[in-house]
Nanobody, 114 residues
Framework: VQLQASGGGLVQPGGSLRLSCAAS????????VGWYRQAPGNKRELVAL???????NYAVAVKGRFTIPRDNAKNTMYLQMTNLKSGDTAVYYC?????????WGQGTQVTVSS
C-alpha cells in the first residue's frame, strides 16, 4: 500500500483546510484509514480513524471540528478541518492499516497562524 498526502499549508485561526490522501497498491486489504499528527517536541498522536465498516473515532481535541470523508471511487480519503486553532499546527500523516501491517504517507505541514 502506498499513500500520497497533500493539501497542507498556512491558514489563519478560525479558517478551514482540507488534506487529501490517495491510496494505491493492495488497497483491498485495508481495514482502517486515518490521520495522525505530530507537533514539534510531541509524540505522534491520533487525529481521526475510520474503519472499513464506517466506525469513526476522533481525538477529543478535534471532535466537532474535523471530519474524515472518503471518495472510494478515487481511493482517496480526506481530513476536513474547520475552525482551526494554533494548537492544530503540526505535521499531518495519513495512515492505513491492513491485517498484516500499517502504512504511512509522507507528512504534510499544517500551520495555523495569523
Amino acid at each position: 500500500v502506498q499513500l500520497q498526502a497533500s493539501g497542507g499549508g498556512l491558514v489563519q485561526p478560525g479558517g478551514s483546510l482540507r488534506l487529501s490522501c490517495a491510496a494505491s497498491g493492495s488497497i483491498f486489504s485495508i481495514n482502517a484509514v486515518g490521520w495522525y499528527r505530530q507537533a514539534p517536541g510531541n509524540k505522534r498522536e491520533l487525529v481521526a480513524l475510520i474503519t472499513s465498516g464506517g466506525s469513526a473515532n476522533y481525538a477529543v481535541a478535534v471532535k466537532g471540528r474535523f471530519t474524515i470523508p472518503r471518495d472510494n471511487a478515487k481511493n482517496t480519503m480526506y481530513l476536513q478541518m474547520t475552525n482551526l486553532k494554533s494548537g492544530d499546527t503540526a505535521v499531518y500523516y495519513c495512515y492505513a492499516r491492513t491485517p498484516a501491517n500499517v502504512y504511512w504517507g509522507q507528512g504534510t505541514q499544517v500551520t495555523v497562524s495569523s
